[in-house]
């Protein structure tokens, strides 16, 4: 068996309990959707464009060699500000949007959500809708392979060993409680001229078992020497 299959859509309607039906007619569906994936791109592209500046910021603060090494070592908490789920609840007037975020260090600053709230509005045009978005903490952020996916991303950007980067995001997962996961790169890995994939596993990780709920993510890394892919399945619970 070729086993390419998506571990969250193979699972769902059985394990996920995230997803939200669309309470709209069968004519507006394809206009709410489209609608939805702006907010998800705008909400993104935000805390992205964000991020880039403040690491700017720190790099121009800096002056010697030795404060910029050191504030990129101590960096890696950023390069964990990522998403791990938008949920977006409509209403007649009224749109919720709820965050789902490893460590909101950007978007706890003073008038961060003011902003996000305004580039919405322009983007999706809710003239008679009103918008509230809120934020909500990752209990165990190091469980989610979005998160594990970014930091692998941010120590590849650094130059780190390939290896030595998905070690250490295997390491990440001790902390959290999990029962298997699953690191998979593809690419010119270390700048070869042919491309090969790497694999690295620890513990159970049954994709056949529609009952086992199994997290899973697939993460593009652009790269001096080109894209590299990165695949991480994540075994948390058996149901």
């Keep these: 068996m070729g086993q390419k299959i998506n571990p969250l859509g193979f699972r769902l309607g059985t ?3 995230n997803t939200i039906p669309f309470g709209r007619t069968p004519k507006n569906y394809s206009e709410g959707l489209q609608e939805d994936k702006k907010i998800r791109d705008c909400i993104k592209n935000y805390i992205q464009k964000n991020r880039k500046k ?12 030795e404060v910029i090494t050191h504030n990129r070592k101590n ?8 998403i791990t789920r938008i949920e977006i609840q409509k209403e007649i007037d009224t749109i919720h949007v709820i965050i789902h975020i490893g460590f909101p260090n950007l978007l706890k600053k003073k008038g961060a959500i ?8 322009k983007e999706i045009h809710s003239v008679n809708q009103g918008l509230n978005i809120s934020i909500e ?6 469980r989610q392979p979005n998160i594990l996916a970014e930091y692998i991303a941010f120590q590849l950007k650094n130059r780190v060993s390939f290896r030595k980067a998905m070690k250490k995001a295997m ?27 790497e694999c690295i596993k620890k513990g159970r990780l049954p994709l056949q078992t529609i009952r086992a709920k199994i ?4 993460y593009p890394i652009r790269t001096i020497y080109g894209v590299l892919g990165v695949k991480i399945w994540i075994f948390v619970d058996e149901e």
Excluded at 54 to 65: F, G, I, P
Excluded at 171 to 197: N, Q
Excluded at 215 to 218: A, I, L, Q, S, T
């Design 114 to 121: 003011e902003e996000l709230e305004k580039d919405l509005q």
């Design 137 to 142: 903490k990752v209990k165990e952020p190091y």
């Design 215 to 218: 997290d899973y993510c697939c």
């Design 75 to 82: 960096d890696s908490g950023s390069s964990s500000e990522v």
């Design 171 to 197: 390491e990440l997962t001790k902390k959290a409680d999990i029962k298997g996961v699953k690191v998979k790169i593809a690419g010119r890995l270390g700048g070869k001229e042919i491309a090969r994939a």
């Design 54 to 65: 403040s690491s700017n910021r720190k790099l121009e603060s800096d002056s010697s060699s």
């Design 15 to 17: 394990t996920p309990k």
